[in-house]
């Protein structure tokens, strides 16, 4: 997964009184935005460019990968999850991964959804489930402010099934939060749309994801208690057939930053804040118009707490650029 590189920026005691007290707005030069933030107080610029992929961490789903109520067959019933009927009471449910066997099975157990019209499977703070009227709170992840998600299911269509479903007919996968009123408002979504291009095998998943940047302090969401949902939208005309679900999977990622900037013995330093055990480069420019291969490499720190300072060797300067670099 690779992020849009994100930059912060600090200006020096040069810089005019009215961009001190009323700063600019973002600016693009070289490729790479700069924004002005409003503590226009020290002698340096630092920024922070992220251009390789950032580690995640999991965020526990109960009975993500449908392994109960066991069954030695298939049940209509899901622990954890709350499921919506359209046309019966029994169009999701859990089954045994019996032979032909589905090779690529979380488990041995999986998910089906019929592909009929408003059928779904969701869960969140407040969801039940068909043993739970009162909500156990097992779910609790919240949308937290910096941080980006990434939500991905294994699912299996098809065209060549017992009860095959038509080609166009569709399933969403969404994360949501849960306004003041308990509607569900939608962060994010993925569609698919069956095809036998699509889904060649009935005897292997496939897996698709649904992303959510980051998290901004402004977002209705941040705060917010995370709600996952797997959806068919399928119309009336096209219902029939089922989709197999497995393996869903939930990873924030804490998007790096360059924080703290001071001026310590005519040095400028700054505090580099990622996810533990990440590597950077660290580059220093005067001129942020130029190219990443003409700034000045000042050496590479590995981040082992997830909180490292930095401390710029030169001195006695008037304005400097810094990007920290993801290294492999």
Not at 186 to 211: K, R
Not at 246 to 271: H, I, K, Y
């Amino acid at each position: 997964m690779s992020l849009p590189q994100a930059t912060r920026g600090v200006a020096g005691p040069g810089a005019p009184l009215h961009d001190t007290l009323n700063p600019p707005q973002a600016s693009f030069a070289g490729g790479r935005a700069a924004l002005i933030l409003s503590q226009l107080v020290l002698g340096f610029v630092a920024l922070a460019a992220w251009t390789a992929p950032l580690q995640a961490g999991t965020i526990y789903i109960p009975n993500a990968s449908f392994e109960s109520p066991v069954t030695d067959y298939a049940w209509p019933q899901i622990d954890s999850w709350q499921q919506t009927p359209s046309w019966t009471n029994e169009e999701s449910g859990v089954f045994l991964n019996l032979p032909p066997y589905i090779d690529n099975c979380d488990g041995s157990q999986a998910a089906f959804l019929f592909a009929a019209p408003q059928a779904a499977l969701f869960q969140d703070y407040d969801s039940t489930d068909w043993s739970n009227s009162v909500p156990t709170h097992a779910f609790n992840a919240t949308f937290d402010v910096g941080e980006s998600y990434t939500l991905t299911v294994a699912v299996l269509g098809g065209t060549n099934l017992t009860y095959p479903m038509q080609v166009g007919t569709t399933l969403q996968l969404s994360l949501y939060y849960r306004d003041a009123s308990s509607n569900m408002v939608i962060v994010a979504a993925t569609t698919i749309t069956n095809s036998g291009q699509l889904f060649p095998t009935n005897t292997h998943f496939v897996d698709f994801s649904v992303y959510v940047p980051g998290v901004r302090t402004n977002d209705p969401w941040a705060g917010q208690n995370i709600g996952v949902q797997i959806a068919s939208t399928v119309s009336p005309d096209l219902a029939g057939g089922y989709w197999d679900l497995d393996n869903v999977r939930l990873t924030e990622t804490a998007l790096p930053a360059l924080t703290n900037p001071g001026v310590t013995n005519s040095q400028c330093a700054f505090t580099l804040q990622s996810q533990p055990g990440l590597s950077f480069e660290i580059l220093a420019s005067t001129n942020l118009a130029l190219p990443l291969s003409n700034w000045t490499s000042l050496g590479t720190l590995t981040n082992l707490t997830g909180v490292i300072p930095f401390l710029d060797p030169a001195t006695n300067l008037n304005r400097r650029f810094y990007q920290a670099r993801q290294l492999p």
